[in-house]
Structures are given as structure tokens and as C-alpha cells.
């Protein structure tokens, strides 16, 4: 089963967008994920009712951020794309009578339920803004050694 990158997808450019300095098409924002822009469009009209992003059309047009990324977490973003599944396991349902599935079934239950509760509780505490912070002192250090980025910040 292919893991859910929709999240880190979403998050990746809106760092983009963050960074950029300027609108960012939805062909410019596919080739960072290696998707179609139809893809970018969807996923991004929906964070733009939420106030999240911005579009206009036309020449100089395309997204922009519309928040302040202190005050977005990746709670909210996790939440505006839809609360993906976190865990692919799941239980056993074809004997719901059987009283070890049942058992089973109550630990898997306890267990991920507790797991997912932590994970978005992290997820709460963390802002846009810790993201972009974070790159900026990887972005630092890279051009400190000398060395370059896969992927170059718009505004340089």
C-alpha cells in the first residue's frame, strides 16, 4: 500500500509559496511534487475557502499565501486536507464473534487511538512558521559549506 504523502505534499508548497516572494503558478508548484497541475488546482482550492491561500489569474497571477504562517499549524493543514488515515493497520473484522479477535481488536484499537491522539496533538504545536524557520537555517547552513540546493529558493 502506497503510503498518503497528501500532507507533506500540501505542506511542501506552501513552504514553496512562503519563500517564493512572488504568485506561483499551478505548473510551477506541480514540478516541485511531480504532479499535474490539475492536482495542485484541486488540493489548493480547498485551503483558498479556508483563507490559506490565494489565487489570481492573468499575468503576474497564481498562488499566494493568504496566512499567517505563525498562526497555521500542521494540524490545520492536516485537518483542511481531509484528516488522511494515519496508520494503515487495522483489525481483523471477519469473525466479530470471535472472542480473540475481540480481544485484538481492543489492544489494536487502545493502542492506535492513543498513537493518532499523540501524533495530532504534535501536530497542533507545530506552525507553518517552524517549518519555513527550519528551512531557512538548513538553506543557511548548505550555503555556508559551499554547497547547493536541490531545490533553490525563489527569491534568490
Same mark, same amino acid.
Not at 504532479?35 to 490559506?52: F, K
Not at 496566512?67 to 466479530?96: H, I, W
Given at each position: 500500500? $502506497?503510503?498518503?504523502? $497528501?500532507?507533506?505534499?500540501?505542506?511542501?508548497?506552501?513552504?514553496?509559496?512562503?519563500?517564493?516572494?512572488?504568485? @506561483? +503558478?499551478?505548473?510551477?508548484?506541480?514540478?516541485?511534487?511531480? +504532479?499535474?497541475?490539475?492536482?495542485?488546482?484541486?488540493?489548493?482550492?480547498?485551503?483558498? +475557502?479556508?483563507?490559506?491561500?490565494?489565487?489570481? $489569474?492573468?499575468?503576474?497571477?497564481?498562488?499566494?499565501?493568504?496566512? =499567517? @504562517?505563525?498562526?497555521? +499549524?500542521?494540524?490545520?493543514?492536516?485537518?483542511?486536507?481531509?484528516?488522511?488515515?494515519?496508520?494503515?493497520?487495522?483489525?481483523?473484522?471477519?469473525?466479530?464473534?470471535?472472542?480473540?479477535?475481540?480481544?485484538?481488536?481492543?489492544?489494536?484499537?487502545?493502542?492506535?487511538?492513543?498513537?493518532?491522539?499523540?501524533?495530532?496533538?504534535?501536530?497542533?504545536?507545530?506552525?507553518?512558521?517552524?517549518?519555513?524557520? =527550519?528551512?531557512?537555517?538548513?538553506?543557511?547552513?548548505? $550555503?555556508?559549506?559551499?554547497?547547493?540546493?536541490?531545490?533553490?529558493?525563489?527569491?534568490?
Amino acid at each position: 500500500m $502506497k503510503p498518503d504523502s $497528501k500532507l507533506s505534499s500540501v505542506l511542501h508548497v506552501l513552504l514553496h509559496m512562503a519563500h517564493s516572494g512572488r504568485p @506561483l +503558478t499551478s505548473e510551477q508548484l506541480a514540478v516541485f511534487l511531480n +504532479t499535474n497541475p490539475v492536482v495542485v488546482r484541486r488540493t489548493l482550492a480547498g485551503l483558498r +475557502t479556508l483563507g490559506y491561500v490565494d489565487s489570481a $489569474k492573468g499575468h503576474g497571477g497564481g498562488w499566494t499565501l493568504s496566512c =499567517d @504562517l505563525a498562526s497555521v +499549524t500542521l494540524r490545520d493543514v492536516y485537518d483542511a486536507v481531509g484528516a488522511p488515515t494515519v496508520f494503515a493497520m487495522g483489525n481483523r473484522v471477519e469473525a466479530p464473534q470471535c472472542l480473540v479477535e475481540q480481544a485484538v481488536n481492543h489492544a489494536l484499537d487502545d493502542a492506535l487511538q492513543a498513537a493518532e491522539a499523540l501524533l495530532l496533538a504534535r501536530f497542533a504545536e507545530i506552525t507553518l512558521a517552524d517549518l519555513s524557520a =527550519d528551512f531557512d537555517r538548513r538553506f543557511a547552513l548548505v $550555503k555556508a559549506q559551499g554547497g547547493t540546493c536541490t531545490e533553490v529558493r525563489h527569491d534568490q
